[in-house]
């Protein structure tokens, strides 16, 4: 028993000392970590794949379900003109003419661009929640609108996302190109794009350019103007707003006519003491404006303050030229609920074309439930709106080729959309909204 206390640790430290023990555990060992290693690479990376698979779907479900509710607006309100125009489109993208789209059907139908991809037709599907096998008439209506409706998709370099909100368009192309050049905001900051021309304007400034037949200054597009923001994923109105105004500023810094306005508009502005606009002097600022310009009244208001006040102690001289840049582009406000307009609204065709004439803009919910009165019948909302005007200038260069285009862009941007009727007729081709009774649906 002794010897066997003895010998038991000297015969196990002679077998693990011998070097065929230490090759067979190395290779036991390296195998066994291998295997695990490969493996728990391999869920991680299957589970990666996974979850951005789910985070795509969820953005172009998200854009989905934001035009959804715009489709069904333009269905039931357009009149039976519309409804059959969007029965002839399900006609032409259903091959079968089962009455349902099929993948297939889907890629086919969509050539090229942006839509022509499953995780679109994935979004379109999940719809209804009847899983991706095929889509209905229903399903199929919100394709039907961002497709008449011209709602673009950013042209950023490894970008092409659907622009829900503000975005950045190139004048030149506008008005004389087959087809417009837009970036988002997020890109247009960090100069992720390449194009010939380099004066651009937000759908926004642009839009009210085109109704007041007045001259905005066009950002001028070079790497200098515009810096990394840094900020990534979805935006506040106020965060969006500030930085939209920062491109302008940053964009007029040696445009010496221009800083003089901006700098006799801050001047104009009441500051306290501190440097800052409080609440009770900028309503009263804004009271004294609304005696000259109507649209002022729809800023003198406590929840306008807030979202131009970033960090809630007033305004300072960023959130005053945030004003400045909201009174010089027309951003508009809703006539029904008064809220400021920050995507998707409705205007009055009748009004817009009507030179001296303010605007009549909705949101879609004031639209939706009536809240509003007004005399005309006839609206598209602000995308709509912008790709009637693009298709009316680019008929009228296709007509008239001897004019000089780049002189007419640097002119104004021009009296596009001169008379009602041309509007009308084109508005009519991408689902207008009418009203019966003279009461705007909006």
């Known amino acids: 028993m002794e010897a066997m206390k003895i010998a038991g640790p000297a015969i196990i430290s002679y077998c693990f000392g011998a070097t065929w023990v230490k090759i067979f555990l190395f290779t036991f060992m390296s195998k066994f970590l291998y295997e695990f290693m490969s493996t728990t690479l391999r869920r991680l990376w299957l589970a990666f794949q996974e979850r951005a698979s789910v985070e795509e779907r969820t953005a172009e479900r998200k854009v989905v379900e934001e035009m959804a509710p715009l489709a069904e607006m333009y269905y039931e309100l357009g009149g039976e003109d519309v409804r059959e125009s969007a029965t002839e489109f399900l006609e032409s993208i259903d091959v079968d003419g089962d009455g349902r789209v099929s993948l297939t059907d889907y890629l086919s139908f969509m050539d090229e661009g942006p839509l022509r991809h499953q995780k679109w037709f994935n979004a379109l599907a999940e719809g209804a929640g009847r899983g991706r096998d095929s889509l209905g008439p229903r399903d199929v209506r919100p394709l039907y609108y961002m497709l008449k409706s011209g709602r673009p998709f950013c042209k950023g370099l490894g970008c092409q996302n659907f622009v829900g909100g503000v975005y950045f368009t190139c004048v030149n192309c506008f008005h004389g190109s087959p087809s417009s050049f837009c970036v988002c905001l997020q890109c247009y900051e960090s100069n992720r794009f390449r194009h010939e021309h380099t004066k651009f304007l937000d759908n926004f400034a642009l839009l009210e350019a085109k109704r007041t037949k007045l001259k905005i200054p066009a950002l001028k597009s070079t790497a200098a103007n515009r810096e990394d923001s840094g900020c990534e994923g979805a935006e506040t109105i106020k965060s969006e707003l500030h930085r939209i105004a920062m491109v302008y500023y940053r964009s007029t810094l040696d445009d010496q006519q221009v800083q003089i306005k901006i700098k006799k508009f801050v001047d104009s502005v ?40 970033r960090d809630k102690q007033g305004l300072d001289l960023v959130d005053v030229r945030t004003l400045y840049y909201v009174v010089q582009s027309g951003r508009p406000f809703c006539r029904g609920c008064r809220d400021f307009l920050a995507g998707t609204f409705f205007t009055c065709v009748t009004c817009f074309e009507r030179s001296g004439q303010s605007s009549f803009c909705l949101c879609p919910s004031c639209l939706r439930d009536n809240k509003f009165s007004h005399d005309h019948h006839l609206f598209l909302d602000n995308y709509a709106m912008l790709q009637a005007i693009s298709k009316r200038s680019r008929r009228a260069r296709t007509a008239a080729p001897q004019v000089n285009r780049e002189n007419d862009a640097n002119r104004s941007l021009g009296p596009i959309v001169d008379t009602v009727n041309p509007i009308l007729r084109i508005a009519a081709e991408i689902v207008p909204l009418s009203a019966a009774g003279g009461c705007v649906i909006m």
């Open 270 to 309: 009441p500051f306290g003491r501190d440097r800052r606009v409080a609440l009770h002097d900028f309503l009263e600022f804004m009271d004294k404006k609304c005696v000259n310009n109507q649209n002022f009244k729809y800023m003198n208001t406590p929840s306008f303050f807030k979202i131009l006040d």
